[in-house]
């Protein structure tokens, strides 16, 4: 029997029954998905429970006692959701700065000719990652607010840094159209530097001669901000903190439930990385840091220039899931009065009632969390393993 033709429609195509069992496995999760959804309601209706999204465009009513998007009372539930999610972002993107720069250091330590080094790495990520995270959590939480002294004891650095049980205060720009054209230049110096030291790894790969980058780098960043600064006026107005009986005004401020959270997720997170980066740079051969000793560079550029970029495809993929713990675990900032999007939304329940819908908006957001920092990660995974090639 002669064979079906290309893109023709035969039952005994492997392709086309595929495509028909895949298509039937969607309508049926299509269909429970329907029938959950029209059960709950109906229930609901029922036992006159209201339901729907439209709570969310009523005033909320509540404070939030940290936020930096300008959130009032007297504000919609989406306003208060959206205060909720800039916070969740807080921790998460800081937090997974520093847990990639702490997590990388004491990766690398791990191989250190140091005894000593190499032991306190050690030491440090046995003892973070069996230490459960809430635990963590609460545990700086009451060192901020039992252990640090009063507002009236506060620790301090003349009129610029003050310490205390309300947490740290410190000056802060007060808002300039200079301060914007410095971060141009911020930004602009940075894609120097980018560029830079792409140029310099090629110089390296094709000669074997190190360029100096870190400094090059220090150097463009703060020149390009320095330079904007100058060219948008040079302004000079801070919002200094001012301590009075009960409190310090002013200023730019850290709470101690956002310390505590931020401190303690970087801390349990970043043992794992150093983990993983220690299985990323023992999985390169013996054979790769010899070459690079015969070259005649030092263990520093060995590491830096040679071990690190073949170590990144082995990294990159659990690093990823790491990245995507330390945003889910953020949730857990509820437990030290944290006002993170659970928080809110655990408020926002009690108000209105509306379980289902508060419950569905915190997985929706965090479901698109995970995707984002899954796609970028994806990417820049893709582009690691062409540079690799």
């Given at each position: 029997?002669?064979?079906?033709?290309?893109?023709?429609?035969?039952?005994?195509?492997?392709?086309?029954?595929?495509?028909?069992?895949?298509?039937?496995?969607?309508?049926?999760?299509?269909?429970?998905?329907?029938?959950?959804?029209?059960?709950?309601?109906?229930?609901?209706?029922?036992?006159?429970?209201?339901?729907?999204?439209?709570?969310?465009?009523?005033?909320?009513?509540?404070?939030?006692?940290?936020?930096?998007?300008?959130?009032?009372?007297?504000?919609?539930?989406?306003?208060?959701?959206?205060?909720?999610?800039?916070?969740?972002?807080?921790?998460?993107?800081?937090?997974?700065?520093?847990?990639?720069?702490?997590?990388?250091?004491?990766?690398?330590?791990?191989?250190?000719?140091?005894?000593?080094?190499?032991?306190?790495?050690?030491?440090?990520?046995?003892?973070?990652?069996?230490?459960?995270?809430?635990l963590q959590l609460l545990m700086w939480y009451l060192l901020f607010t039992e252990y640090l002294p009063s507002i009236d004891e506060a620790l301090h650095v003349g009129d610029w840094l003050y310490l205390s049980k309300n947490g740290i205060s410190?000056?802060?720009?007060?808002?300039?159209?200079?301060?914007?054209?410095?971060?141009?230049?911020?930004?602009?110096?940075?894609?120097?530097?980018?560029?830079?030291?792409?140029?310099?790894?090629?110089?390296?790969?094709?000669?074997?001669?190190?360029?100096?980058?870190?400094?090059?780098?220090?150097?463009?960043?703060?020149?390009?901000?320095?330079?904007?600064?100058?060219?948008?006026?040079?302004?000079?107005?801070?919002?200094?903190?001012?301590?009075?009986?009960?409190?310090?005004?002013?200023?730019?401020?850290?709470?101690?439930?956002?310390?505590?959270?931020?401190?303690?997720?970087?801390?349990?997170?970043?043992?794992?990385?150093?983990?993983?980066?220690?299985?990323?740079?023992?999985?390169?051969?013996?054979?790769?840091?010899?070459?690079?000793?015969?070259?005649?560079?030092?263990?520093?550029?060995?590491?830096?220039?040679?071990?690190?970029?073949?170590?990144?495809?082995?990294?990159?993929?659990?690093?990823?899931?790491?990245?995507?713990?330390?945003?889910?675990?953020?949730?857990?900032?509820?437990?030290?009065?944290?006002?993170?999007?659970?928080?809110?939304?655990?408020?926002?329940?009690?108000?209105?009632?509306?379980?289902?819908?508060?419950?569905?908006?915190?997985?929706?957001?965090?479901?698109?969390?995970?995707?984002?920092?899954?796609?970028?990660?994806?990417?820049?995974?893709?582009?690691?393993?062409?540079?690799?090639?």
């Amino acid at each position: 029997m002669p064979a079906a033709r290309r893109g023709s429609f035969s039952w005994r195509s492997k392709q086309v029954r595929g495509a028909i069992y895949q298509l039937l496995v969607l309508a049926a999760v299509g269909f429970l998905a329907w029938l959950l959804i029209s059960n709950t309601l109906a229930n609901m209706k029922s036992r006159g429970i209201q339901s729907g999204f439209d709570f969310l465009t009523q005033t909320a009513g509540f404070d939030i006692g940290e936020q930096i998007i300008g959130y009032e009372s007297d504000q919609p539930y989406w306003r208060a959701f959206l205060a909720g999610v800039v916070n969740t972002l807080r921790v998460a993107v800081i937090g997974i700065v520093l847990t990639t720069i702490l997590g990388t250091l004491l990766g690398v330590g791990r191989f250190s000719r140091n005894a000593l080094v190499r032991g306190l790495c050690y030491a440090y990520v046995e003892c973070f990652r069996n230490i459960p995270v809430l635990l963590q959590l609460l545990m700086w939480y009451l060192l901020f607010t039992e252990y640090l002294p009063s507002i009236d004891e506060a620790l301090h650095v003349g009129d610029w840094l003050y310490l205390s049980k309300n947490g740290i205060s410190f000056p802060f720009p007060v808002a300039s159209p200079g301060y914007l054209v410095a971060l141009g230049g911020l930004v602009a110096g940075a894609v120097v530097a980018f560029v830079y030291a792409r140029q310099a790894r090629k110089v390296f790969d094709m000669t074997g001669r190190a360029r100096p980058v870190l400094w090059v780098t220090i150097a463009l960043l703060a020149g390009g901000a320095v330079a904007g600064w100058l060219a948008g006026g040079a302004p000079w107005q801070w919002n200094m903190p001012i301590k009075t009986d009960i409190q310090v005004e002013g200023g730019g401020a850290l709470s101690p439930e956002y310390l505590a959270v931020l401190l303690g997720l970087v801390l349990y997170t970043s043992a794992f990385v150093a983990e993983v980066v220690r299985g990323g740079i023992a999985s390169v051969g013996a054979g790769q840091h010899e070459a690079s000793a015969s070259l005649g560079l030092s263990p520093r550029l060995s590491m830096r220039l040679v071990i690190l970029p073949q170590a990144l495809r082995v990294i990159i993929p659990p690093m990823t899931n790491q990245f995507l713990n330390l945003t889910k675990n953020s949730s857990l900032a509820v437990a030290v009065g944290y006002p993170d999007v659970v928080s809110i939304a655990n408020t926002s329940l009690n108000q209105t009632g509306r379980a289902v819908e508060c419950i569905t908006i915190i997985m929706l957001i965090y479901l698109t969390l995970s995707l984002v920092t899954s796609a970028f990660m994806n990417w820049f995974n893709a582009r690691a393993a062409i540079k690799e090639r």
